[in-house]
Nanobody, 124 residues
Framework: QVQLVESGGGSVQAGGSLKLSCVAS?????????LAWFRQAPGKEREAVAG???????QYIDSVKDRFTISRDNDKYTLYLDMNSLKPEDTAMYYC?????????????????WGQGTQVTVSS
């Protein structure tokens, strides 16, 4: 049974930083799966934040470019999201997701495995 467990969320002031982690267990061939971070704010739809392909190619939504960095450590079965210069509008529950595919598409229905989420709250 594949499990994804996020950690690293918390409450910070605007301009602060957080680093999210997502550890996978029960996972075969982790290195050949696309990974992504999504977020969902109250009353809003879940949106993709960043994705990383099997070959390490990354993509971001415009609102987080130059502030967030997605990375993966296949040896540790871990996905990361470094978040800097946080803004109140970044407040949301953040989820990691995995797909048994090579490319990371920025769509929720692309991913078959999800974590339970970690809350990020940014105050002004």
């Amino acid at each position: 049974q594949v499990q994804l467990v996020e950690s690293g969320g918390g409450s910070v002031q605007a301009g602060g930083s957080l680093k999210l982690s997502c550890v996978a267990s029960g996972y075969s061939y982790y290195s050949v799966n696309a990974l992504a971070w999504f977020r969902q704010a109250p009353g809003k739809e879940r949106e993709a934040v960043a994705g990383i392909d099997v070959d390490g190619t990354t993509q971001y939504i415009d609102s987080v470019k130059d502030r967030f960095t997605i990375s993966r450590d296949n040896d540790k079965y871990t996905l990361y999201l470094d978040m800097n210069s946080l803004k109140p509008e970044d407040t949301a529950m953040y989820y990691c997701a995995a797909a048994r595919k090579k490319r990371a598409i920025m769509r929720a229905d692309w991913y078959g495995y999800w974590g339970q989420g970690t809350q990020v709250t940014v105050s002004s």
